[in-house]
C-alpha cells in the first residue's frame, strides 16, 4: 500500500509538473489585462518553488515566466525561431510593460516597445551594433515625436505629429528643435529628454521698425512676439499640445478678442507675418 501511494504521489507530482512546463489555461490561472493590449495569465497556485507562473502571447509567440506575485507583474521570456530572444518585462502595480527583442547572443537590442498605462507608448528600433537608430513616442493624446536616422553620435531628423499638422526638424543632444519658417523669421520649438518645451523666434530682418523678436515665458508656455517694441501677438503652446494665437491691440498692451487654435502649418505661418 505505501508503495501504491508513493507512486500515486509520484505521478501527481510529474503531472503538477507537467502542467507548469506546459502552459497555462482558464481552469489553472487567471487572465490579467496589462499596458500595449496584452493579456497575461497567472497561475492560482504556486508552483514547487513558491512562484506564480506567468504566460502570454506577443506576435504568436508563447512567453513564460514566474512572479512572487500573482498581479501580473513579473518577467516573460520566449526565443523565436530565428533564435532572438524575447523578454517581456511587466512593471509592479502594472503601469507598464517593457516588450524587448534581442539578438541570438542575448544581449544585442534589436527593438524595444514600452507601453503605459495611460497610453502613451516608447518604439525604439537598433542597428547592427545595437545603436538606437529609430524612436517614436507617442503621447497619451496620440500625439507624437518621431526620430529617425539616428547617428552614433545622437544626431538625427525629428518630427512632430500634431493633431492637424507636422512640425519638422533635427536631433541632437537628446532635444528636438523643430522649425517653421516664414519670410526672414524662423520659429523654433524645442523639446529636450524630459519633454520640456522651450520657444524661441528669429528675424534675420535688418530694418528695426519691421524686425521682430519672441519672448518666451514657460510659466504660460507662451510666445510673445514684439515689433518697434510694441506686443503684436501671443502664441500659446498648451499642454494639449496645440498652438493658439491672440492678437494685441494697436498700442500693444491689451490682448484682442479670443485666443484661436492653429490648425494648419499655413496658418502658423501666417502668425508670424
Known amino acids: 500500500m505505501k508503495k501504491y501511494l508513493l507512486g500515486i504521489g509520484l505521478i501527481l507530482a ?14 489553472n490561472s487567471t487572465s490579467v489585462d496589462v499596458p500595449g493590449e496584452l493579456k497575461v495569465l497567472v497561475s492560482k497556485e504556486k508552483d514547487k518553488d513558491g512562484k506564480y507562473s506567468l504566460m502570454a502571447t506577443v506576435d504568436k509567440l508563447e512567453l513564460k515566466g514566474t512572479s512572487d506575485k500573482n498581479d501580473g507583474s513579473g518577467v516573460l521570456e520566449g526565443v523565436k525561431a530565428d533564435k532572438s530572444k524575447v523578454k517581456l518585462t511587466i512593471s509592479d502595480h502594472l503601469s507598464k510593460t517593457t516588450f524587448e527583442v534581442f539578438k541570438e547572443d542575448g544581449k544585442t537590442l534589436v527593438s524595444r516597445n ?16 545595437g545603436e538606437l537608430s529609430e524612436k517614436t513616442l507617442v503621447r497619451a493624446n496620440g500625439t507624437k515625436l518621431e526620430y529617425t536616422e539616428i547617428k552614433s553620435d545622437g544626431t538625427g531628423k525629428a518630427k512632430e505629429v500634431l493633431k492637424d499638422f507636422t512640425l519638422e526638424g533635427t536631433l541632437a543632444n537628446e532635444k528636438a528643435t523643430l522649425t517653421v ?17 522651450t520657444v ?7 530694418t528695426a521698425a519691421t524686425k521682430k523678436t519672441g519672448a518666451w515665458d514657460s510659466k504660460t508656455s507662451t510666445l510673445t512676439i514684439t515689433v518697434n517694441s510694441k506686443k503684436t501677438k501671443d502664441l500659446v503652446f498648451t499642454k494639449q499640445d496645440t498652438i493658439t ?17 492653429i490648425k494648419t502649418l499655413d496658418e502658423l505661418k501666417n502668425a508670424l507675418k
Do not use: P, R, W
Request: charged share 35%; glycine share 8%.
Open 245 to 261: 494665437v491672440q492678437k494685441y491691440d494697436s498700442a500693444g498692451t491689451t490682448l484682442e478678442g479670443s485666443a484661436v487654435e
Open 114 to 129: 514600452v507601453n503605459s498605462k495611460d497610453k502613451s507608448s516608447t518604439k525604439e528600433k537598433f542597428n547592427e551594433k
Open 200 to 206: 524661441a523666434l528669429n528675424d534675420t530682418d535688418s
Open 14 to 27: 510529474l503531472i503538477a509538473c507537467k502542467q507548469n512546463v506546459s502552459g497555462l489555461d482558464e481552469k
Open 181 to 197: 519658417k516664414e519670410g526672414t523669421v524662423t520659429l523654433s520649438k524645442n523639446i529636450d529628454k524630459s519633454g520640456e518645451v
